[in-house]
């Protein structure tokens, strides 16, 4: 007769150990990130602020609809779409950028440097936004900036320039300010994978008469890769999320149409505009495409490396 496991030997079982383990994170990923989804319902309603859902009129599809229909939406999805792309496609065209300063950072020999490198560069990924726009805004002021200040004394321009309003430029300028404000924080990656590197490689390259770059094009980056292509999978299905905070601090009316990513435009049309029901389903939309990013990104790993991030 079989005895009956008590609580305690199914906790000493690994599986079982395993799984309560995971639990506590898979409750808040649940809280967090699937309890939410009810709130799109409210794409179906013409919902109105303070009143319940069941007071509230039933559209069916109809926001969906002015997605496609109304010429007006149809332009700002156009011009917000092409503007997500672009700072999206910058960003991959530079995803790199983090890897080769992780092999460089791996190169510095003074430990007590390399390990002051590391902090100063990790330490802006820490910095809110609004700190971040402080720091251009004393930059770049029409008036006071440095970067005026010092082109009208060499004779560059007349008189201040505007560079925080233009919006010729501003594609550039996100992209230059999250990779300075995200370059040392995305290398962490790349630093902890060099561990991973047999150093009996880097021994016997030497041996063969191997210089340091050398062994940083034929070992060290070919280690990296398999860390670098994963998370360039993953950055392919977050291609057209490009968050609120970067944009919504740095925007204005003079840069609007160029900067308004297509979260930012949620976020105007729900909470400024307070459009709720079109806003949430621009977001449905926004995360079937994202989850049909991850899907192909996910076969072109399976195609190209035969192995699936799944």
């Known amino acids: 007769m079989t005895k009956k496991k008590n609580w ?28 939410p989804l009810r709130g799109w319902l409210y794409a179906f309603f013409n919902y109105t602020p ?9 559209v069916g599809l109809g926001n969906f609809r002015m997605i496609l229909e109304d010429e007006y939406a149809v332009a700002d999805i156009v011009r917000v779409m092409r503007n997500t792309f672009a700072m999206s496609f910058i960003g991959l065209a530079s995803s790199a950028l983090p890897l080769v300063f992780a092999v460089f950072l791996n190169e510095i020999r003074f430990i007590s440097y390399r390990k002051t490198v590391q902090t100063l560069t990790t330490i802006p990924n820490f910095i809110s936004w609004v700190l971040v726009y402080s720091v251009a805004y004393a930059m770049m002021s029409v008036n006071d900036g440095f970067i005026n200040r010092f082109l009208m004394a060499l004779g560059v321009i007349d008189s201040g ?22 370059l040392g924080w995305g290398s962490i990656v790349y630093v ?3 561990t ?12 063969d008469g191997a210089g340091r770059f050398r062994c940083m094009w034929h070992i060290t980056l070919p280690g990296l890769l398999p860390t670098y292509f994963v998370l360039l999978i993953l950055s392919i299905a977050n291609f057209i999320n490009n968050g609120v905070d970067q944009y919504y601090i740095f925007q204005n009316p003079m840069n609007r149409a160029a900067i308004e990513v297509l979260d930012l435009y949620v976020y ?13 389903a621009i977001s449905i939309l926004k995360s079937l495409v994202s989850l049909i990013l991850l899907f192909a990104a996910s076969a072109g790993s399976k195609f190209i490396r035969e192995e699936s991030i799944f």
């Open 268 to 280: 105007n049309q729900g909470i400024v505009g307070i459009n709720y029901s079109y806003s949430i």
């Open 161 to 182: 320039v505007n560079f925080l309003a233009r919006g010729d430029h501003v594609w550039i300028g996100m992209w230059a300010w999250g990779t300075w404000k995200g």
């Open 8 to 35: 305690f030997e199914i906790l000493k079982q690994r599986e079982y150990r395993l799984f309560f383990m995971a639990l506590p994170f898979m409750v808040l990923v649940f809280l967090l990130s699937y309890l």
């Open 50 to 58: 303070g009143l319940p859902l069941t007071k509230e009129s039933f």
């Open 192 to 194: 902890a994978a060099l």
């Open 196 to 207: 991973s590197i047999d150093q009996e490689l880097y021994e016997a390259a030497r041996v």
